[in-house]
T-cell receptor
Framework: EDQVTQSPEALRLQEGESSSLNCSYT??????LFWYRQDPGKGPEFLFT???AGEEKEKERLKATLTKKESFLHITAPKPEDSATYLC?????????????FGTGTKLQVIP | NAGVTQTPKFQVLKTGQSMTLQCAQD?????MYWYRQDPGMGLRLIYY???????DKGEVPNGYNVSRLNKREFSLRLESAAPSQTSVYFC?????????????FGPGTRLTVT
């Protein structure tokens, strides 16, 4: 059974204080790993897809990386508007493209 | 381009009542999904539709039914609501192509069953 564990559950940063969020996963065959951002009262918003170990993707202050067992979302010099819950999800080959398993998220708060 | 829209935004039901949650997408996506999100748990798949005319059960289908009305619309029905169905429901869609599996989500429906 696919499993996704995100840590920490919550993270509080000062504005400008860089940090990383972790997503550990277990899948039989990774088709893709996804990062989403979710603001309170809204639906998840797609950020990145990573397909293979060693792959990296960047968007503004966010950088996602992937190894065979985990993914990191690095946040460089965060701003208050980066405050949100960040969700990780994995998709495996065995379940077909419909099977996506989500983690419970890391709630990030960036303080001015 | 509205993306994925859902109605209603909020709903309160009494135990045993029925209702239908509506979802529509304007991105010409093939696949559509219904998830529920509960505190402390990840998004859980209720039902999905890989393409127009097909539907399949996800992880937590009991107590729900779905209809893929056409390529744009995918509805979720609660026939006899129970307090355990109090949750936030999200509809999502994806192109389903070989190179693109990311999902695009609607704003959610917050359902309370008393």
């Amino acid at each position: 059974e696919d499993q996704v564990t995100q840590s920490p559950e919550a993270l509080r940063l000062q504005e400008g204080e860089s940090s990383s969020l972790n997503c550990s996963y277990t899948v039989s065959g990774l088709r893709g790993l996804f990062w989403y951002r979710q603001d309170p009262g809204k639906g998840p918003e797609f950020l990145f897809t990573l397909y293979s170990a060693g792959e990296e993707k960047e968007k503004e202050r966010l950088k996602a990386t992937l190894t065979k067992k985990e993914s990191f979302l690095h946040i460089t010099a965060p701003k208050p508007e980066d405050s949100a819950t960040y969700l990780c999800a994995v998709q495996d080959y065995s379940g077909g493209y419909q099977k996506v398993t989500f983690g419970t998220g890391t709630k990030l708060q960036v303080i001015p | 381009n509205a993306g994925v829209t859902q109605t209603p935004k909020f709903q309160v039901l009494k135990t045993g009542q029925s209702m239908t949650l509506q979802c529509a997408q304007d991105m010409n996506h093939n696949s559509m999904y219904w998830y529920r999100q509960d505190p402390g748990m990840g998004l859980r798949l209720i039902y999905y539709s890989a393409s127009e005319g097909t539907t399949d059960k996800g992880e937590v289908p009991n107590g729900y039914n779905v209809s893929r009305l056409n390529k744009r619309e995918f509805s979720l029905r609660l026939e006899s609501a129970a307090p355990s169905q109090t949750s936030v429901y999200f509809c999502a869609s994806t192109s389903g192509s070989e190179v693109s599996y990311e999902q695009y989500f609607g704003p959610g429906t917050r359902l309370t069953v008393t």
